[in-house]
């Protein structure tokens, strides 16, 4: 990220989730309201562990924000961990004392990052991994890209996104800006009402075997700005920075844009979407196999990009493990856990393809304020459609 970067701190069973986003103009209308709007989405979503019901996540805007606009300084955010309070002294700052010190984790969990964490930072208790591996942290990513995606309503695009399969059910139904109302309502974030039965019918079998589900969420930019991104270095090809923002959500393990992977079994006359020249609309494409991204640039059709979710790495029916220090073979441990997060996933999906969107029209189009930028991209539109 260059121009709209953040960071986020904060532990999973800390007092509070922090994050700072640095490049956003001046003039955009942000309220606490919209962004706890979106992590209450987040939060949802069928297949969730009973800590959703325990939290009710509010933002608290603590910079970069002024009379319901940003200023031009770095937003600085904050969620509260309201389930901070049960865990006492299990993350204290302070030494504590012996007696109140938490009993050590020793057990990896296998698909975690807990072994992998442990070795890296030589922690003696995976408590100290577990607490920032945990996707608790993309709390603090969905409120940051809050900001994002109204930069982007500012430009004319919504992001939006819905679940194409849970485990072996899928769905074929067409995600449309009228049909984002339909997905909202479903449990499992599902265009298709009878699909999204069977995959709530798929989580509560796993559940009932103490197991886990993942699956493919489709995010969809609708009204994306064309000439965005470039070729000229792989690293700033939008298709890059699309599929960097949602590998870097916990538990993905594969991204596609448009066609993706059926791409590489399909003959080309299948796959390139064809040219043609449209007076007053300038040049068109007669489909959009692409998901909207050519050469690495922006083509101005909906980007579409899908995500591959691995099952909750938490089982209920635990795989076998080894305990850190002694080496025995044990079973792995459970912890409070999802069994399926696929629905909520997509809400983190919005918010880091709306970052790295914004942050690449910021790149292309940026200025001080959200007029300038929305007065670059209009007047670009402008000269390509005469072009
Ligand atoms: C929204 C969301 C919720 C998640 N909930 C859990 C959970 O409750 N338990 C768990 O073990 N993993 C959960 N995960 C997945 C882990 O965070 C992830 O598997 C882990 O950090 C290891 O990283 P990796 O799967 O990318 O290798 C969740 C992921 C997301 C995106």
Redesign the pocket.
């Known amino acids: 990220m260059t121009h709209l970067r953040y960071l986020t701190a904060g532990e999973s069973h800390g007092r509070q989730l922090t994050a700072i986003l640095e490049g956003c103009p001046a003039g955009l209308a942000v309220s606490r309201a919209r962004i706890d709007r979106e992590l209450a989405r ?1 939060q949802h979503g069928y297949g ?2 009973d ?1 959703q019901s325990i939290e009710s996540d509010r933002v608290d805007i603590v910079g970069g924000v002024r009379y319901g606009q940003t200023t031009g300084a770095p937003v600085a955010l904050v969620v509260a961990n309201r389930d901070a309070s049960n865990w006492g002294d299990v993350l204290s700052v302070d030494q504590p004392l012996d007696a109140a010190r938490a009993e050590p984790v020793l057990i990896p ?1 296998p ?3 807990d072994l992998g964490g442990a070795l890296l930072y030589e922690r003696n208790d995976i408590r100290d991994v577990i607490e920032r ?3 608790r942290e ?1 709390a603090a990513r969905v409120a940051c890209g809050v900001v994002a995606r109204l930069l982007l309503e500012a430009l004319g695009c919504v992001v939006a996104s819905h679940v194409v399969s849970i485990g072996d059910v899928r769905s074929d139904a067409a995600l449309t800006l009228e049909a984002v109302a339909d997905v909202e309502r479903d449990p499992c974030r599902c265009g298709d009402s009878a699909a999204g039965a069977r995959m709530r019918a798929a989580i509560d079998a796993a559940r009932e075997a103490g197991d ?1 589900l993942g699956g493919v969420i489709e995010v969809i930019a609708f009204g994306y700005p064309p000439g965005v991104g470039t070729y000229v270095q792989g690293d700033l090809r939008l298709s890059a920075r699309l599929a960097a923002a949602v590998m870097s ?5 594969g991204v596609e844009i448009g066609l993706g992977f059926a791409a590489a079994g399909l003959p080309g006359s299948q796959v390139q979407d064809p040219l043609g020249y449209e007076d007053g609309r300038g040049y068109v494409r007669a489909g959009n196999r692409s998901g909207g991204v050519e050469g690495g640039i922006s083509t101005g059709a909906p980007i579409v990009v899908r995500a591959a ?2 099952p ?3 089982l209920a029916n635990p795989l076998a493990s080894v305990e850190l220090g002694t080496h025995e073979p044990v079973a792995s441990r459970y ?4 069994v399926c ?1 696929v629905p ?2 997509g ?2 999906l919005e918010a880091v393809v709306a970052l790295a969107l914004a942050d690449a029209a910021l790149e292309r189009f940026g200025g001080a304020t959200v007029a300038d930028v929305i007065g670059a991209v209009e007047a670009y539109r402008a000269r390509t459609r005469l072009r």
């Open positions: 987040r969730r562990g800590r969990r698909g975690h990052a591996a945990s996707a993309t886990t959500v916990p538990a993905m393990k979710m691995k909750i790495a938490t912890e409070r856990a999802d997060a909520a996933a809400i983190v």
